[in-house]
């Protein structure tokens, strides 16, 4: 007896991705049924989804994306393109060599990659930093997409200095919160 097709996992490059979205749904419904469709593309992959609390929300995302195969942004405001902005600068710097993928609904997301697509025409942003971004309109898509993607990062920092680094950046962030 097997199984209907809609339960056979597929293999995945990727144990856990790091998820990041707005707290509200948005106006229209299509950013949440799509936000349920990648819910289930990553339990039919098999991939775990990265989340918890923390003390802070910098000492949680660096723990989620310590843990974190690859990330994932779905529309969301102010904090959501906060996140994803410090995962690219993170690649950038050589912090990680994870891939980040935009879940462009609706083209959610299109005015964005034109602003980047202009910042490298313009020098500053490298290539390959640009490169470290995928986007695709639909769920299925963009893990097909993220799963093809092949890091082209000219170096990455090890795992210690990654971890001393973000240390470091904590440290620095929390003595600015306590002169404010």
Same mark, same amino acid.
């Given at each position: 007896?097997?199984?209907?097709?809609?339960?056979?996992?597929?293999?995945?490059?990727?144990?856990?991705?790091?998820?990041?979205?707005?707290?509200?749904?948005?106006?229209?419904? #299509?950013?949440? +049924?799509? /936000?349920? &469709?990648? %819910?289930?593309?990553? @339990?039919?992959?098999?991939?775990?989804? !990265?989340?918890?609390?923390?003390?802070?929300?910098?000492?949680?995302?660096?723990?989620?994306?310590?843990?974190?195969?690859?990330?994932?942004?779905?529309?969301?405001?102010?904090?959501?393109?906060?996140?994803?902005?410090?995962?690219?600068?993170?690649?950038?710097?050589?912090?990680?060599?994870?891939?980040?993928?935009?879940?462009?609904?609706?083209?959610?997301?299109?005015?964005?990659? #034109?602003?980047? +697509?202009? /910042?490298? &025409?313009? %020098?500053?942003?490298? @290539?390959?930093?640009?490169?470290?971004? !995928?986007?695709?309109?639909?769920?299925?898509?963009?893990?097909?997409?993220?799963?093809?993607?092949?890091?082209?990062?000219?170096?990455?920092?090890?795992?210690?200095?990654?971890?001393?680094?973000?240390?470091?950046?904590?440290?620095?962030?929390?003595?600015?919160?306590?002169?404010?």
């Amino acid at each position: 007896m097997s199984l209907p097709r809609e339960f056979d996992a597929m293999v995945s490059k990727f144990k856990r991705i790091y998820v990041f979205c707005g707290s509200s749904q948005g106006k229209k419904s #299509s950013y949440q +049924d799509a /936000t349920i &469709e990648l %819910g289930k593309e990553l @339990i039919s992959r098999n991939i775990n989804l !990265v989340y918890g609390e923390v003390a802070d929300m910098h000492q949680r995302k660096t723990e989620m994306a310590r843990h974190s195969d690859a990330f994932i942004n779905s529309p969301g405001g102010y904090g959501t393109l906060e996140e994803l902005l410090e995962v690219i600068t993170w690649a950038q710097l050589g912090i990680h060599d994870k891939t980040v993928g935009l879940l462009n609904i609706n083209g959610y997301y299109n005015s964005l990659l #034109s602003f980047i +697509d202009k /910042t490298v &025409e313009e %020098g500053f942003i490298n @290539i390959n930093a640009r490169q470290v971004i !995928v986007s695709a309109p639909t769920t299925t898509e963009l893990v097909k997409k993220l799963e093809e993607y092949v890091s082209c990062h000219e170096r990455v920092a090890s795992k210690l200095n990654w971890e001393t680094e973000l240390k470091h950046i904590l440290s620095l962030l929390q003595l600015t919160l306590k002169k404010e």
